[in-house]
């Protein structure tokens, strides 16, 4: 058990359809990411939120809707896709406050935009 | 801004031998992290090993060990007695310390463990 749960694992979806990425974690963190995974490119950074407040986002396409209601939970909706948005999501959680010790990360959600 | 450089696509090697992945890095922060992930096929990111950059000590764990020349901004991962689990994509990520630990990734490295 990783601590952070990502569902779902897989999705394909139409360009015309909406759908929601959902994230969750248990370890008590303050903190929850969103990173876009594509094949040969390092991770990008998405979306912050640090006390449920959203922190950073980084020049993402409004297609993609960040949602945290508390802190054990995270959305990214979305909606009107395009094929180039086909990649592995993966949400991450870490204790705020500079402690450096990283990221706990899910397992990712792999998405196919067809 | 904050760059990673993992300059090795791929690497091979075979089982109980030594293998090293390198890492250069760019920052601006006085203070900041380093780390190593291992993402295997499970796609799972893994924590491998961390390096606070204020010691000067290379961090180890058990079969995992670092190299970090913060002069030269390297930090590069030792895997000592390879075994088959090792294979999986590393990647390198620095990390400042401001908040919430943003992290800026390398591209990876795919480590290849043959029996």
């Known amino acids: 058990e990783t601590g952070v749960t990502q569902t779902p694992r897989h999705l394909v979806m139409g360009m015309t359809n909406k759908k929601s990425l959902k994230c969750e974690q248990h370890?008590?963190?303050?903190?929850m990411y969103w990173y876009k995974q594509s094949a040969k490119k390092p991770l990008e950074l998405m979306f912050v939120?640090?006390?449920?407040?959203?922190?950073e986002n980084n020049s993402v396409p409004s297609r993609f809707s960040p949602e945290c209601p508390n802190s054990s939970h995270l959305f990214l909706h979305l909606h009107t896709l395009q094929p180039e948005d086909s990649a592995l999501y993966l949400c991450?959680?870490?204790?705020?406050?500079?402690?450096?010790?990283?990221?706990?990360f899910g397992s990712g959600t792999r998405l196919t935009v067809v | 801004a904050q760059t990673v450089t993992q300059s090795q696509p791929e690497m091979s090697v075979q089982e109980a031998e030594t293998v090293t992945l390198s890492c250069t890095y760019d920052?601006?922060?006085?203070?900041?992290?380093l780390f190593w992930y291992k993402q295997p096929p499970s796609r799972q990111m893994i924590l491998v090993i961390r390096?606070?950059?204020?010691?000067?000590q290379n961090a180890t764990e058990n079969r995992f060990s670092v190299n970090f020349q913060k002069a030269a901004k390297s930090f590069s991962l030792k895997i000592s007695d390879s075994q088959l689990g090792d294979t999986a994509m590393y990647f390198c990520?620095?990390?400042?310390?401001?908040?919430?630990?943003?992290?800026?990734f390398g591209k990876g490295t795919m480590l290849l463990v043959s029996p």
């Open positions: 370890l008590g963190h303050n903190a």
């Open positions: 920052t601006s922060e006085n203070n900041y992290y």
């Open positions: 939120y640090s006390l449920e407040e959203r922190v």
């Open positions: 991450a959680s870490s204790q705020d406050r500079g402690t450096g010790y990283g990221y706990t």
């Open positions: 390096q606070e950059a204020y010691k000067q």
């Open positions: 990520a620095s990390g400042r310390d401001l908040g919430y630990s943003t992290l800026t």
